[in-house]
């Protein structure tokens, strides 16, 4: 069965950090492009980061640029999001997706999604 689950995510302190995790099981991550997105109640879901299926190009949104870092774990078929220095305005569901194909900064371009994992930056 093919399944994308995102784990990792909590209630952190501002300037914390965090590091999510995206597990593929049933198909190999490496083959596809695997995007980061979040959603916060009232807003649309928005890119936060991608990885191209080899892992030789990165991208960011501007609001996470140094902050956050992607990558990818082939041996254990995950792609990981370490998120430091962490704001309020981080907080937001996160979820993991896959494409075939390149880097899409845009939702609609993903096949699979995961289920979503919880980020709350809060004093």
């Known amino acids: 069965q093919l399944q994308l689950v995102e784990s990792g995510g909590g209630l952190v302190q501002p300037g914390g950090s965090l590091r999510l995790s995206c597990a593929a099981s049933?198909?190999?991550?490496?083959?596809?492009?695997t995007g980061w997105f979040r959603q916060a109640p009232g807003k649309e879901r928005e890119g936060v980061s991608c990885i191209n299926s080899s892992g030789s190009n990165t991208n960011y949104a501007d609001s996470v640029k140094g902050r956050f870092t992607i990558s990818r774990d082939n041996a254990k078929n995950t792609v990981y999001l370490q998120m430091n220095s962490l704001n309020p305005e981080d907080t937001a569901v996160y979820y993991c997706?896959?494409?075939?194909?390149?880097?899409?900064?845009?939702?609609?371009?993903?096949?699979?999604w995961g289920q979503g994992t919880q980020v709350t930056v809060s004093s």
């Open positions: 049933g198909f190999t991550l490496n083959a596809y492009a």
């Open positions: 997706a896959t494409l075939f194909g390149r880097c899409s900064g845009y939702a609609d371009s993903y096949h699979y």
